[in-house]
């Protein structure tokens, strides 16, 4: 079983490098394991067409069965698919990213981002840690997670988070997307000093009932 996680841990890896070419050197030292038993997995995942091999030197990228996964309809892909022109505009209004997220076992698997800034550069990861903790989009999935919390109860009925941190002087915004027959989504984002939070927020309210909308009417499509 340690091994199956290490398979996994080195297509993630390679992934998440946007396109950047990964070593066997680079990817054992990251997962642990020693430089053959790697050089051997990413050969597997060759054969298998979920990593392409560059050449010796240069290492590897990934391979055209990464894509081919996404593109087969599921309740995940969908709801990646409805979110994207929604979240793309919001996030071009705030300047900031927007990511979308859904629950995983005890974390948050985001699942769509954008950024209207193109120099942007996405998270290092997939997962996140689903604690009470988390800016925007934790405190609705866990509030939809756990429906017989009393004191959720009143997020539940709003189904977006709203509020000022002084710290990262930003409004700190998010909604939550429910959608019968799919998993309990949720969006979140930052506001910077300049944007308009009210504005914000209603281009988010607006965001989620479009995908909604999308999902319930256009099931196939998506």
Same mark, same amino acid.
């Given at each position: 079983?340690?091994?199956?996680?290490?398979?996994?841990?080195?297509?993630?890896?390679?992934?998440?490098?946007?396109?950047?070419?990964?070593?066997?050197?680079?990817?054992?030292?990251? /997962?642990?394991?020693?430089?053959?038993?790697? /050089?051997?997995?990413? +050969?597997?995942?060759?054969?298998?067409?979920?990593? *392409? !091999?560059?050449?010796?030197? @240069?290492?590897?990228?990934?391979?055209?069965?990464?894509?081919?996964? $996404? %593109?087969?309809?599921?309740?995940? /892909?969908?709801?990646?698919?409805?979110?994207?022109?929604?979240?793309?505009?919001?996030?071009?209004? =705030?300047?900031?990213?927007?990511?979308?997220? =859904? =629950?995983?076992?005890?974390?948050?698997?985001?699942?769509?981002?954008?950024?209207? *800034?193109?120099?942007?550069?996405?998270? *290092?990861?997939? +997962?996140?840690?689903?604690?009470?903790?988390? %800016?925007?989009?934790?405190?609705?999935?866990?509030?939809? +997670?756990?429906?017989?919390?009393?004191?959720?109860?009143?997020?539940?009925?709003?189904? &977006?988070?709203?509020?000022?941190? @002084? $710290?990262? !002087?930003?409004?700190?915004?998010? &909604?939550?997307?429910?959608?019968?027959?799919?998993?309990?989504?949720?969006?979140?984002?930052?506001?910077?000093?300049?944007?308009?939070?009210?504005? $914000?927020?209603?281009?988010?309210? @607006?965001?989620?009932?479009?995908?909604?909308? /999308?999902?319930?009417?256009?099931?196939?499509? &998506?």
């Amino acid at each position: 079983m340690k091994s199956l996680h290490k398979i996994f841990d080195i297509l993630e890896y390679v992934v998440l490098r946007d396109g950047g070419k990964i070593t066997p050197s680079e990817a054992a030292e990251f /997962t642990g394991l020693n430089l053959a038993t790697c /050089t051997r997995i990413m +050969g597997e995942l060759v054969a298998r067409g979920y990593l *392409d !091999k560059v050449s010796r030197r @240069e290492g590897y990228i990934p391979g055209p069965m990464c894509a081919a996964l $996404a %593109m087969r309809r599921n309740s995940y /892909t969908r709801l990646a698919r409805a979110a994207k022109e929604p979240l793309r505009e919001l996030s071009e209004f =705030v300047g900031m990213p927007v990511n979308l997220s =859904v =629950v995983s076992g005890k974390r948050r698997i985001m699942i769509a981002c954008c950024c209207g *800034d193109p120099g942007w550069k996405p998270w *290092d990861r997939f +997962g996140f840690s689903l604690d009470a903790g988390g %800016m925007a989009t934790n405190p609705l999935l866990l509030a939809f +997670g756990n429906e017989r919390s009393v004191e959720s109860g009143e997020l539940r009925k709003k189904g &977006y988070v709203n509020f000022y941190d @002084e $710290a990262a !002087k930003l409004w700190i915004q998010g &909604y939550a997307v429910r959608i019968p027959g799919y998993p309990v989504a949720a969006f979140g984002y930052g506001v910077p000093a300049g944007v308009d939070p009210e504005q $914000a927020l209603t281009l988010a309210a @607006e965001a989620a009932r479009k995908m909604e909308e /999308t999902l319930a009417s256009h099931y196939q499509a &998506y």
